[in-house]
């Protein structure tokens, strides 16, 4: 079983609607949790830090539920140049210095 | 603003070529990494550094080596390039502890012929 998983899409919304992704985690030890967006060709980038108490970031608001281990990402009101892959990234544990990547769920914002 | 640089963006070798892949980052991060991207694969962790001469293994390090002889420098080194190590390699690094942001590089696609 993949440390992080997700499903890759693609997923294909109209302008202006909203749009949520999930993603389950194993290592029920994880501490650390993010959302990352990666356009295509390019390099990841963090969307967002997820905590436990749930937070928000203008359209974007990322959820977390430790007792069944995943993580979720709601975007409201879709643009266009939301189209992109977002990354779900955990870190394995306290020891562990490296982050844990998804394979990422692919987002197409249709006109 | 953090900025990660890789010493390519495109390099095509042939199999059994010695292959250097260099990242430098500017902000005085401790913390460095190499991953290679790979389609429905994601991120995989090859190696790591959280020290100037430290390293240790990521997911899969086999077939690679790493270097880090400057805090702001990580070399991944292909001893013996392969065709199935024709990838997306990006580096990245982070300050502190896991709960900080980690910054890459804009990555390296490398072709092994």
């Known amino acids: 079983r993949k440390e992080v998983e997700q499903d890759p899409g693609p997923f294909n919304v109209p302008e202006g609607a909203t749009v949520a992704f999930n993603c389950t985690y194993s290592n029920s030890a994880s501490q650390s949790f993010f959302w990352y967006r990666q356009d295509c060709r390019k390099e990841p980038k963090l969307l967002m830090s997820?905590?436990?108490s749930g937070n928000e970031d203008g359209r974007f608001t990322a959820q977390l539920n430790r007792a069944s281990q995943y993580i979720s990402l709601l975007i409201r009101d879709s643009k266009l140049s939301d189209s992109a892959t977002y990354l779900c990234?955990?870190?394995?544990?306290?020891?562990?210095?490296?982050?844990?990547f998804g394979s990422g769920t692919r987002l197409q914002v249709q006109p | 603003d953090v900025k990660v640089t890789q010493s390519s963006r495109y390099l095509v070798k042939r199999t059994g070529e010695k292959v250097f892949l260099e990242c430098v980052q500017d902000m005085d991060h401790e913390n460095m990494f190499w991953y290679r991207q790979d389609p429905g694969l994601g991120l995989r962790l090859i190696y790591f550094?959280?020290?100037?001469?430290?390293?240790e293994k990521g997911d899969i390090p086999e077939g690679y080596s790493v270097s880090r002889e400057k805090k702001e420098r990580f070399s991944l080194i292909l001893e013996s390039a392969s065709t199935n190590q024709t990838s997306m390699y990006l580096c990245?690094?982070?300050?502190?502890?896991?709960?900080?942001?980690?910054?890459f590089g804009p990555g390296t696609r490398l072709t092994v012929t």
């Open positions: 990234v955990v870190n394995g544990d306290t020891g562990r210095r490296a982050l844990t």
């Open positions: 990245a690094s982070r300050t502190g502890t896991a709960s900080y942001e980690q910054y």
């Open positions: 997820v905590y436990s």
């Open positions: 550094s959280y020290d100037v001469k430290m390293k």
